[in-house]
């Protein structure tokens, strides 16, 4: 029965390290577990941020084109064609109600401190004035009765890609 004893003793002076070996060793992995939670958790939030930033460019985005599709209806085809943003120009102008009524106004417009928005206006040619009478980007002859209108949102400190949308309306009023 000695010997039995013997080798309990013996086993438990070997063991006897091995606590503070499991502890270290606990510490360190829990450490390297909570560094990549917390890399996920800050990336996450600033990936969450982001697609809030681009979520509300789209809307505004989508609110130019609305704007652009309100003139298109409108009986005033003047607004359109006496433009003060001219894409041939580089000239970008953005939309504001005045007298109950979309007015375009030269200039960007800024909002949210951080993005702006614009609306140019673009001639539209087309193979021939005769159906079918498909658009052309070069030659052509121009219609005076279709503009293609093009949206852009831009971040003031570039930390997005500028998004673009780009339609096209028609006088539908002509005589």
């Given at each position: 029965?000695?010997?039995?004893?013997?080798?309990?003793?013996?086993?438990?002076?070997?063991?006897?390290?091995?606590?503070?070996?499991?502890?270290?060793?606990?510490?360190?992995?829990?450490?390297?577990?909570?560094?990549?939670?917390?890399?996920?958790?800050?990336?996450?939030?600033?990936?969450?941020?982001?697609?809030?930033?681009?979520?509300?460019?789209?809307?505004?985005?989508?609110?130019?084109?609305?704007?652009?599709?309100?003139?298109?209806?409108?009986k005033d085809w003047s607004v359109i064609t006496g433009y003060p943003c001219s894409y041939s120009l580089y000239q970008a102008c953005h939309p504001e109600i005045s007298g109950g009524k979309w007015t375009l106004v030269p200039d960007k417009e800024s909002f949210d401190n951080n993005m702006y928005r614009s609306l140019t206006i673009a001639?539209?040619?087309?193979?021939?004035?005769?159906?079918?009478?498909?658009?052309?980007?070069?030659?052509?002859?121009?219609?005076?009765?279709?503009?293609?209108?093009?949206?852009?949102?831009?971040?003031?400190?570039?930390?997005?890609?500028?998004?673009?949308?780009?339609?096209?309306?028609?006088?539908?009023?002509?005589?």
């Amino acid at each position: 029965m000695e010997e039995l004893s013997l080798n309990k003793r013996q086993s438990t002076i070997f063991y006897k390290g091995f606590g503070i070996i499991e502890a270290v060793v606990g510490i360190t992995l829990a450490s390297i577990l909570l560094t990549a939670f917390m890399t996920l958790t800050v990336q996450t939030f600033e990936i969450n941020r982001a697609n809030i930033n681009e979520l509300k460019a789209n809307m505004y985005l989508k609110e130019l084109m609305e704007v652009a599709k309100d003139l298109e209806q409108s009986k005033d085809w003047s607004v359109i064609t006496g433009y003060p943003c001219s894409y041939s120009l580089y000239q970008a102008c953005h939309p504001e109600i005045s007298g109950g009524k979309w007015t375009l106004v030269p200039d960007k417009e800024s909002f949210d401190n951080n993005m702006y928005r614009s609306l140019t206006i673009a001639d539209v040619y087309r193979s021939q004035l005769a159906f079918p009478n498909e658009i052309v980007t070069s030659g052509g002859t121009f219609d005076p009765n279709t503009k293609k209108i093009i949206g852009e949102i831009r971040w003031n400190d570039g930390s997005h890609y500028p998004m673009t949308l780009e339609t096209y309306i028609y006088n539908y009023n002509t005589p």
